[in-house]
Structures are given as structure tokens and as C-alpha cells.
């Protein structure tokens, strides 16, 4: 089983940053890829980014160029740097572990309970 707390969201201005922060309990942290997805009001989740084991990230097209990825292993974290954030990144973004990674990206069974970032002025 593995746990996942989230943290690092908030209310930010557009073109500003945050740095969300996931950490993972257990021992399997290293052997997983882990991801973020993010779901708004009245819309679908939608994928953000994943990191695999080897530390390749992978971005959802909306986020392309202004969201980073990582991981340190070692603390059992994951990170997601978010620069030049819009009124549209609103919403509830979750940690997600396990993730199947290969042509197309799915989730794993494994969910932190979100942390809201809100980008208005």
C-alpha cells in the first residue's frame, strides 16, 4: 500500500510560480513512476505530467514548456514546478503513483487526496 500526501498548492497571480510537492510512504517509491493529474469544476481529470524510474518526464499538451517534473528518491518525493501559471490551471491537483507508461499513459491505483491551486488576480 502506498500513501500519498500532497502539498505546496494555493492562490497565486497569473505568471506566477508554485512548487507542488508529493510524498510517498513506503518502500516501492523508486520502482514506480508517479504522476499528477488535475481535475476543475464540472471537468474531467486530465493528466499533467508523469516521471518514470529513469527520470524521463512526459507533459500533457496544456502544459508543455511552463510545468517541470521530478522526483527525489531518496525522500520519497515527487515534484511538479508550475511558471507562468493562468486563471486556467485552476483546480484540485492530485499525486498519482504507479502509473503505466508506454504509448499512451494511465494512471496507477494509487491517489493522494489533492491540494487546490488557484490563479487569479
Known amino acids: 500500500q502506498v500513501q500519498l500526501v500532497e502539498s505546496g498548492g494555493g492562490l497565486v497571480q497569473p505568471g506566477g510560480s508554485l512548487r507542488l510537492s508529493c510524498a510517498a510512504s513506503?518502500?516501492?517509491?523508486?520502482?514506480?513512476?508517479m504522476g499528477w493529474y488535475r481535475q476543475a469544476p464540472g471537468k474531467q481529470r486530465e493528466f499533467i505530467a508523469a516521471?518514470?524510474?529513469?527520470?524521463?518526464?512526459h507533459y500533457g499538451d496544456s502544459v508543455k514548456g511552463r510545468f517541470t517534473a521530478s522526483r527525489d528518491n531518496a525522500k520519497n518525493t515527487v515534484y511538479l514546478q508550475m511558471n507562468n501559471l493562468k486563471p486556467g490551471d485552476t483546480a484540485v491537483y492530485y499525486c498519482?503513483?504507479?502509473?503505466?507508461?508506454?504509448?499512451?499513459?494511465?494512471?496507477?491505483?494509487?491517489w493522494g487526496k489533492g491540494t487546490q491551486v488557484t490563479v487569479s488576480s
Open positions: 498519482n503513483a504507479d502509473l503505466r507508461i508506454g504509448t499512451l499513459i494511465f494512471p496507477g491505483d494509487y
Open positions: 513506503g518502500s516501492v517509491f523508486s520502482t514506480m513512476a
Open positions: 516521471i518514470t524510474i529513469s527520470d524521463r518526464a
